[in-house]
């Protein structure tokens, strides 16, 4: 292998057995004698979580790995990290390995946090003075400094996950493999996990292997990206392309069709109806329910109306409210202050969004038709989901504790 790879994974498959006889406790073991008493056999089945799986790692690369639940990430993280093993192929490493899979993982309930961190040293083949050298830093880092003697066992998750962040990514390992699991800190600890990961690739040279449903930390945080799915890499490339890949295969819905509002049910005069409303992508024009904070947005109406004098005076109006019904902004024609000719009596309108500027989290569009200011007819809520990214260009980065609403570009100067 290469001085300059880190990681070599060559054709590497993992099989399961679904529904092989466990003996993992007292429990098992007498339930799995008794059917071999009475004569059952245990019904098994392969399962390949992997299959196939070659890929290698460059030094000082952040790789993300992204695909659906059940998709084989995790499964090929505890194969990287020597929790498992593969069931065919190889993985060679250069150099240490320090992994973040599950709450918990690597720490002794009983221990405190303290005993812990020397502890995942030592495992990590480091010497108690060098341990000694990081051990403000990893507990600062952690923010558990009153706790840090009491056993671990009585630490909430969060505290339990921002100790073993720290600990793996401060003790130096040369290859930081982080899961999902920081999902469990709250936002603020997961930007400073996501900064502490860029530094390590950017100015420390060493590798990461990021997996995450966080499309935005993805883009903003890896070189290059493999998309899993079935166990399977099927498709590998940059940030931009793998994460707009997946949205479209995952999160689109696969849905085109227009809502039928019974018209008791509806408001207005009814001379203009709207049939649905949804975000579309602007690159394949398909369905989609997940945007991107900061790229373009393009949402899609679809409206009938019984004459063309009934669209004298036209109007789409758009509140965007969040889940508690808050109010964050409007889109409207009237707003954009330019004339529409020639509306056709039913079709589709668009609604382009240079910038999305929803920070993140779920909203709702709520549209109404609208004729000369007076009400033609309302829409049932349509929801999508914000996708937290680089709205200001800054590298994604926002202050601490921001809350979910609109972002505006802004500048600042001296007079």
């Not at 004698?33 to 000082?60: C, Y």
């Not at 590798?207 to 903003?220: Q, R």
Request: aromatic share 8%; proline share 4%.
């Amino acid at each position: 292998m290469s001085e300059k790879i880190s990681i070599q994974i060559k054709g590497i498959s993992k099989r399961y057995k679904i529904g092989a006889a466990k003996a993992d406790s007292l429990k098992d073991t007498i339930s799995s004698g008794a059917q071999m008493v009475l004569g059952g056999k245990n019904k098994t089945e392969d399962f390949w979580a992997l299959k196939d799986i070659s890929i290698d790692v460059p030094k000082g690369k952040v790789l993300g790995i992204i695909g659906k639940n059940g998709a084989g990430k995790s499964t090929l993280l505890k194969i990287l990290s020597r929790i498992t093993k593969p069931t065919k192929g190889t993985v060679e490493i250069n150099g240490r390995v320090s992994s973040l899979l599950e709450v918990g993982t690597g720490f002794h309930p009983e221990l405190t946090g303290r005993e812990n961190i020397f502890l995942n040293a030592t495992i990590l083949g480091m010497s108690r003075k060098e341990v000694k050298d990081k051990f403000d830093a990893i507990v600062d880092f952690a923010g558990i400094g009153k706790f840090i003697d009491t056993p671990v066992k009585h630490y909430s998750s969060g505290m339990y996950v921002r100790l073993a962040f720290s600990v793996a990514a401060n003790l130096e390992p040369e290859i930081l493999i982080i899961d999902e699991v920081l999902a469990v800190g709250d936002a603020d600890f997961q930007r400073k996990c996501l900064g502490k990961m860029s530094e390590v690739s950017q100015n420390e040279g060493r590798t990461v292997i990021f997996v995450s449903h966080n499309m935005g930390a993805i883009k903003d945080l890896c070189d290059e990206v493999i998309y899993i799915k079935g166990g399977e890499v099927d498709a590998v490339g940059t940030a931009e392309e793998m994460t707009n890949k997946y949205l479209e295969d995952n999160l689109r819905k696969y849905t085109d069709t227009e809502i039928e509002i019974p018209e008791n049910e509806r408001a207005g005069n009814g001379k203009v109806r709207i049939k649905s409303v949804r975000f579309i992508s602007p690159e394949t024009k398909l369905p989609i329910d997940t945007v991107f904070c900061g790229q373009e947005g393009l949402i899609e109406i679809s409206y009938k109306a019984n004459s063309p004098e009934d669209l004298n005076g036209f109007d789409i109006r758009m509140n965007v409210v969040d889940s508690n019904k808050q109010f964050h902004s409007q889109f409207s024609i009237e707003l954009w202050g330019k004339q529409m000719d020639q509306i056709p009596t039913q079709g589709k309108i668009y609604c382009k969004i240079p910038k999305i500027p929803f920070s993140h989290g779920e909203f709702y569009l709520v549209a109404n038709a609208l004729v000369n200011r007076e009400l033609a007819d309302n829409f049932v809520p349509s929801r999508f989901t914000v996708v937290q990214a680089d709205f200001f260009g800054n590298g994604g980065r926002k202050p601490s504790g921001s809350p979910q609403g609109v972002y505006v570009d802004h500048e600042w100067y001296l007079a």
